[in-house]
């Protein structure tokens, strides 16, 4: 899958989008609030993720290719720490802002028979993104 994947604490986020869309942006400044935080967060893999089932659970991990890998625009790739595998719990679509409702409700996606959590957001506006994606997730950060 065209996507980017990363653990934050004990949740897995996926990042999909249009090449230029802002997945790996909007992935290493989460990754970065986190540890600014004090909490576990890392890249599972950029731009591209292999999907497996497993137990019913939708699993992520990078080609091997790219394990480590996180591609930063202008610079290239530049290695990070990562995850070998993690568990989806949140698909987050980066689309154009006008297919993005205002209040949407829930809302979600089949992947390879997996019923997984959907959040779709406007691609390149990273500061919106985050908290919207820590509340679908029911994480704070600052109590």
Known sequence: MHATAIVLGDRCVLV???SGSGKTALALALVEKFRAAGR???LVSDDQVFLSVH???LLCHAP???AGLAEVRGVGPVPVEHE???AV???VRLVPASEVERLPGQDSELILGCMTQRLLLAEREIAAA???ILVRLGITLFA
């Open 16 to 18: 999909a989008g249009l």
């Open 89 to 91: 719990d949140l698909l």
């Open 55 to 57: 137990h019913g659970r």
């Open 40 to 42: 576990f967060a890392r």
């Open 130 to 132: 985050i908290p919207t």
């Open 64 to 66: 091997a290719v790219i």
């Open 84 to 86: 070998a595998a993690a």
